[in-house]
Every structure is written in structure tokens, then in C-alpha cells.
């Protein structure tokens, strides 16, 4: 696969999202399953992964860690600190919490389950209005002084936290939503990027399974499933969002190419540093999503998508009101 930089960061055009495998989406996958999924995208030229502390929470940094263990050296492995975890129940978090100290106890933790020496690239999970964003780039370069990080990473971050952020420490990526269904990035944050180098990674860049074209408004999602809780998933919303994915099945049937992977490489056709990180727990989806990087969309392409696209008007906030004020400061 094609390579691409974020910062000074070297990583495959697609990375693997490996949130689901163990959280968000329904019950825990097979963790045997899980780990031959990692190394068969490893193979398959993938190496980028992502993953977090509260992704379990904490199962899904020792599945990746073990999951990658023989194939450490071929391989970027991200995950994230910022959360605050109650301390009478391990599964559940109480805010955020970015100060250094914590930050440290985080990566120290997060070294041990990824069964590493140093993580690749360590992500701010969700800005702290309690924590200068100074003090947590200076811990954080802390840490790569002392070689147990390599680069640092902010997720669902503003411009103005991005640029005080890069001033103490180079951001070497930005994480945050981004998709042809969840398109806020691109007026402010794009921008800054591009002019201080800063690659950018979206996450959720098929909108959480909704741009496959294999959700409509009749699907059930498990009891366990985030989706169930999200405005944009309502049955109401599915609905009206269905004209989003005609935009993208049509130009799929002009490039022999599935929803999926014209909605991944029109991602990959907006900036050479854009590195989408598509979540599966299915190797036939890996190979469909590892497929995107493959199409090649024309700039008339890309204008008959964004014309189509202009005129549909997506139902439903990205998140409810009380998982939608952690994001974008």
C-alpha cells in the first residue's frame, strides 16, 4: 500500500480502527479472531492502528498490543489518554483529565498493555477546559524525551488549541470526525493544518458503518451498540440520510467500486496527508476498505460528488448534547 506522512510520521495510506473489535459496536469480538484480523491487515500492507485506554476500556490496547507483539517493528500504533476513570467502576470514565501527572500514569499503563517500549503516537483523547493545552504538550514532550513516545496527537481539537499546542510541542496529527456526512473540519481546521504541516487522521470515515450502504432505516443495531444513543442513527434520520449513499453508489457503479470505498477515497483525494482509519472486525471488509486506496477518483469525480452531496442536508447531530460539549474547543 501506498505510504503518507503525518508531521514526521510515515504510515499507510488506510490504517485500521480497532475500537469495535472490543467496544462501541456491540459485544467484545473473539479475541483469537481479533488478533489474526490485526495480522492479516499487517500483510495486507496496513500499518497504521488506533486504538485507546478506554476502548474496553483497557482490553483493546492488550488486544492490539498482542495482537501487533510479532510485528512491532513493521508497525505505528496510536492510542489516547484525557479520560478521568471512576475509581468504583473500571468500565466507566468521569470526564476528562489531562493533567501531566495522569498523563504519565496513562502512558506508563498503555507502554505495558501495548507490550511495547514506546507508542508511536500519543493522541490528547478530547480537549481539557481544566488544563492549559500547554501543560499537556509539555507533558507529553516529556515523554518523548524520554523515548517512551515518539509524536504527539490531538483528537477533536479547535485551531486555536492546535496552534498553542504546536508551539510547545509538533503535533505530528490531528484526530477528528470526518467524512462525507461529517464535513466541520474542513472550514477551519484543514486550513491550519495544511500551514503548519500537521497531518490529519479522521476517524469514523464511513460514518460508522451508515456510508457501506449496508444500514437503512429498517436495520437493529445490539443493545450494546453506541449507535443506538446517536441523533444521526434515529430511524427517522436513517431514512432521510439514505439519499447521501445514492450519491455514493452511483459513482461506485461508474468505477466498479463499493459505497465504501468511493466514500474512503474521496477522502483520500482531498490532502496527500490524510490517513482515514476505517474500523472493521471482518477480514472481507479489510479487504474492501484496503480496496479504496486502489480507486481513483477525477476531479470531475470529485465535483459530481461534492454538487450531489451539496444538496442533501444530513439529519442528525454526530453525537447527544451531553458527548457533543468534549468536542472541538
Known sequence: MQKRKLGNLEVSALGLGCMGMSHGYGPAKDKSEMISLLRSA??????????????????????????????????????????????????????????PEHIREVAEASLKRLKTETIDLLYQHRVDPNVPIEDVAGAVKDLIREGKVRHFGLSEAGVQTIRRAHAVQPVAAVQSEYSLWTRGPEAEVLPVLEELGIGFVPFSPLGRGFLTGKIDEDTTFSSSDMRNRLPRFTQEARKANQALIDVVKAIGEQKNATPAQIALAWLLAQKPWIVPIPGTTKLNRLEENIGAAEVELTQQDLRDINSAASKITVQGERYPESMERMTGR
Open 42 to 99: 499487517v500483510e495486507k500492507g496496513v500499518t497504521f492502528f488506533d486504538t485507546a485506554e478506554v476502548y474496553g476500556p483497557f482490553t483493546n490496547e492488550e488486544l492490539v498490543g498482542e495482537g501487533l507483539a510479532p510485528v512491532r517493528d513493521r508497525v505505528v500504533i496510536a492510542t489516547k489518554f484525557g479520560f478521568k476513570p471512576d475509581p468504583d467502576d473500571a468500565s466507566k470514565w468521569n470526564g476528562l483529565d489531562s493533567r
